[in-house]
């Protein structure tokens, strides 16, 4: 089974995993774009609720 790797901050479903990614409480968190990893570490705790 394919894992599926979200973006939470833009909701979009990634393909592979990217260069732009943050590991955050142990665990990684990927980005379509470096600035949806910017606006992550930014705010994280916003974007860590957007689960699912
Ligand atoms: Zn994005």
Known sequence: MKKRI???V???WLKNE???FV???KKIYYFCSPRCKAKFEKEPDKYMQLKG
């Open 6 to 8: 979200k973006d939470v």
């Open 18 to 20: 990217t260069k732009n």
């Open 23 to 25: 590991e955050k409480d």
């Open 10 to 12: 833009c909701r979009a």
